[in-house]
């Protein structure tokens, strides 16, 4: 893979990456103000989908090796 190709990738992912992150907290916040303040998820659901995330990623990288 060309290195111009790679970074191109990296630059997409981490711009796309960066958006969605900011549209979750967005939601997040604008559903705390809507309930009386209150975070609509718990620390352990928050670590919950964080590692779901990892583990969707980890998917990800093994079907990009299966499929070179």
Do not use: H
């Not at 990623?57 to 299966?66: D, E, H």
């Amino acid at each position: 893979m060309k290195q111009s190709t790679k970074t191109l990738t990296l630059i997409v992912g981490g711009i796309l990456g960066a958006l969605l992150g900011v549209k979750a907290a967005q939601t997040l916040i604008e559903s705390a103000e809507t309930e009386a303040n209150q975070l609509p998820i718990t620390a352990t659901q928050g670590l919950q989908i964080g590692m779901t995330a990892l583990g969707m990623l980890k998917q990800i990288s093994g079907i990009s090796k299966t499929r070179v």
